[in-house]
Structures are given as structure tokens and as C-alpha cells.
């Protein structure tokens, strides 16, 4: 297997090893029931079939099981599936774990809720490929069921951004440097983690969507009726946004 390009940084294990204590903080993990709550509500769906896609560490989706959805959480990484299982066995939750890519995952009308939570959308350099990503999802979705899409706005990025950003975490430091690239289409990112006298840096790209894309983008997929919010909690997408939330419905 050859090693992960630029292009697919989120194929290397590695990152997510090395990254996951400071991305997947405690704090960040007890905050999933909560966030759970939150969009079941906005989509207004309280039982079925739920698909976490990029289900990451799966807090997400043992939240879910703990509602009594039945849930399928699917990720390309075997570390992140890993920790995954670990929460889902430690909670007595069954969940349905899949390792796979999102470009190709897809059944055909399965699910009455579907969900893709912190930045796990527009990893793909060809945007056909993040595209296709939601047809797949339409796909997979049942006549009515509902599509939650949580990601950084483009425009709650413009307001925010800094090139330069460090942190400290229990075990060192970590810089991030950000550029914006492709006339605000994507941002690069450099992360620095410093611990002692080593160091290692990871370098990855994703997609900016603004609203009025991820709109579209939902409409060519195949879904209507979407509501656009500034927060799980169904606050509005404004200038005191801290998400841009998305929600279709097939």
C-alpha cells in the first residue's frame, strides 16, 4: 500500500493516533448526548434507522443507540473504529460498525436519520467526489428521513480567522497555521505538535462551504426542504453563528 498523499491526509492512521487525545477530549465526548438531543430534534425524528457517517470515536452514535435508534457507524479509520467499539462495549450499546470509504458506502433506502458531525465533510479534493458523498446519503435514506450535516461555516471562518494559533495539551504544545487557497474554496492547514525537543507535523485540506453552496449542493443530491442553522440548538445562521448546520430531507 503506498502512503497517503497530501490529497488523502485522512487515510493516515497516524494523524488520528496522534491528534485524537486533544480532538477527543473527555469534555468533547460527554458533550455528545447533548448534541444527540439536539438534532434529533431538528430533524425531528425520534426512532428507526440512524447512519453515522465519519463516525470518528462513535460517541455520536452510542448516543444514538442509547435513544434505541438501530445505528450504523461507518469510518474509513480502524483506530478511530477501534475506540469506537471500546465505547459502544463499555456502554452495553449493539452498534453496527463499518470500516469504509464514504464515497462508496451507500443502501438504498435504509435509514430514517442520517449524520456527519464536526468538520467530516469536504475532505475530497474533487468536490464531485463530496457531492457524490450526499447522493450517497440521499440514497440511503428512506422517503422522509432526514440528513443533519454539521460543519465550520465558511463565513463563521472569515469572521474568525488566524493564520497562527498555538495550544497547550497535557503533553506539549501544538501550533496550527491555516491558509486560505483556492479563492476561499478550501484551507490548508499545518499542525505542529511539540512535545519535549520532537516534534512532527501533519499537513491536510478540506472544502469551505457557505450556506448558499451546501443549499445547492443539497438540492442537486437529491434532498428538499433544507433548513440552514447557526448551531445544533437551531439557532439562526447569522453573524453570531458558531456552525453552519444543514438539514435535508429526501
Known sequence: ???????????????????????????????????????????????????????????????????????????????????ARERARRTGQKIEWVREDMRAFVRLGTYDLAISLFTSFGFFRDDDDNVKVLANVAASLKPGGSFVLDVLGKERLARIFTPTVSREIPTGLVVHRH????????????????????????????????????????????????????????????ADALRLVVVGVK
Open 1 to 83: 500500500m503506498t502512503s497517503p498523499t497530501h490529497d488523502d491526509w485522512f487515510a493516515d492512521e497516524s494523524f488520528w493516533e496522534t491528534t485524537f487525545p486533544f480532538m477527543f477530549p473527555e469534555s468533547r465526548i460527554a458533550a455528545a448526548e447533548e448534541e444527540v438531543g439536539q438534532l434529533v430534534a431538528l430533524a425531528q425524528c425520534s426512532g428507526g434507522a440512524a447512519l453515522d457517517l465519519a463516525c470518528g470515536p462513535g460517541r455520536h452514535a452510542v448516543a444514538l443507540a442509547s435513544r434505541g435508534f438501530a445505528v450504523t457507524g461507518v469510518d474509513r479509520s480502524d483506530f478511530l473504529l477501534g475506540h
Open 179 to 238: 491558509r486560505i487557497v483556492d479563492d476561499w474554496c478550501r484551507i490548508s492547514n499545518e499542525w505542529i505538535l511539540v512535545e519535549g525537543d520532537r516534534s512532527k507535523t501533519f499537513r491536510f485540506s478540506h472544502w469551505l462551504y457557505s450556506a448558499r453552496e451546501l443549499r445547492d449542493m443539497f438540492a442537486r443530491a437529491g434532498f428538499s426542504g433544507t433548513r440552514v442553522y447557526g448551531s445544533l440548538a437551531g439557532t439562526p445562521y447569522d
